[in-house]
């Protein structure tokens, strides 16, 4: 009876805020946190919870591309976190323009967002992928950065398609499809005629840009690191 | 898959022995085991949380359903104008405006036959008595609202604001185990879903039978247990499935409705709730099943 108590407590934690959810749950909260998305699309939360119940299939996928990098390896090892208290902003503020850290820098000002909005994983069952998500939750904002795209509606679909091709995460995939519902016929133009295609094309010919130690590469030129990627530059 | 299944059974109640009564520091707080102290902080924590969508996550977990057990509570209760009525965890307010309908209702009728009898009266004299009797529409009718969480009575507030309810109607921030009222004030007192968050409900009890008037009488309105067996088990399924998520999808907060049902799972049957409330001194104490016994009434008279 003690035991059951104990497993009902559900507590099997395999990092801290982790949720453990049975498959009827994750399905359940994949339909009801998409309908929530679509239907208020300022709930970040639950775009986030759609992308870790839905990546069973993507999210390993991207752990293995990680592996077979040398790069990629060590970021898995080593596990940095893109936070404020462990960025030194002042030191990126001061390097030269056009460097990925003064860039980084410039878009968090400009849009006016922080690295550390970037909800947790709850949902996902391995601690190792908990930390890819993470991992690609704090790279998304650099990915904004070297595409040259603003955080709004337009920017943030340029960016989903990019990243539905680079990680074949099925929330991103949902998102870039969606995400125009909500523009205009002009910005759907533009999107369609010319920031789409680019971001496809870069997409597909970008090695995974979540192999990048970014933080050690802060005094990189964006145009430079764009070229070692593979992504076109911006329309 | 072996999780799964144990989440979908239910426990058989071992710590029930020690729920609610004065026995030592352990408690329960859902399935997990705190101290008192830390469950009282925790369960407020809750309901700070979920005071914002509190009312939207009713009518989502219980499909609008809360709304009819709340009625059948009111309508039970039969209040007449003049009540004074105590709402204990009324956080919300449900129950109060409610009540207030009530009473305002039963006045309008009380108002419409007396000007029946009057009918050989002029025209003036009838107008005179009824303007009277307006500014009395709930008849010396009151509620007091107490609630020991501030942004349950917050959102409580607004709602009254919102919704134009204002005579007859106060709000007090106060302890279901430690009333701030004197004893023998209230007619009749009234805890809907709320003694199952109190952390010794044996002190409620006896609080609730100290502020009542003798003649006075106690309605609770709480989940209870459901004994048929494989509407138990669909109870169940719905319970730790589906309203775990709901409460993430909507209020973005799963713990919190977590705590929710297994507190339910946690709460004392329908035969021994009805035995704390004798132990408190309460007469003719009975309960009334809705739903199969998902939810009950209880009921009693300090006589």
Redesign the interface.
Known sequence: ??E??E????W?QLYPGH??T????KA??AV??A??ALYDPY?H??VA?LGETTGCLALPNLRDKMKNHPEGYRILRERPCIRLSTLDMARLQGLPDGSLGREYVRFLEDNKVSPDTRMPP?FVDDEELAYVIQRYREVHDLMHTLLGMPTNMLGEVVVKWFEAIQTGLPMCVLGAAFGPVRLSTRKLQVLATELVPWAIRSGLNASCVLNVYYEQRWEQPVKSLREELGIFPPP | ????R??L?R??G?PRARRGLAAGPEMHFG??TVTEEERREKIYQVFENVAKKYDVMNDSMTLGIHRVWKDILVHKMNPCPGTLLLDVAGGTGDIAFRFINYVRSVRKRQLQRKLKHHQNLSWQEIFESYQKDEFNSLGDSQVVVCDINREMLKVGKQKAQHLGYSEGLSWVLGNAEELPFDDDKFDVYTIAFGIRNVTRIDLALQEAYRVLKPGGRFLCLEFSHVSNPLLSRLYDLYSF??I???G???A?D??SYQYLVESIRQFPPQEELKAMIEDAGFFKVDYENLNFGIVAIHSGFKL
Do not use: N, T
Not at chain 2, 1 to 4: A, D, I, K, M
């Open positions: 009876e003690e059951m108590e497993e009902m407590e559900g099997h949720i453990p049975s498959p009827l749950q359940l909260l009801g946190s309908v929530m709930r939360d639950m919870v709850k | 898959l072996c999780r799964c144990a989440l059974s426990p058989a071992a399935f997990q499935q589906v775990p998520v709901l993430e999808v909507i973005g799963w713990r």
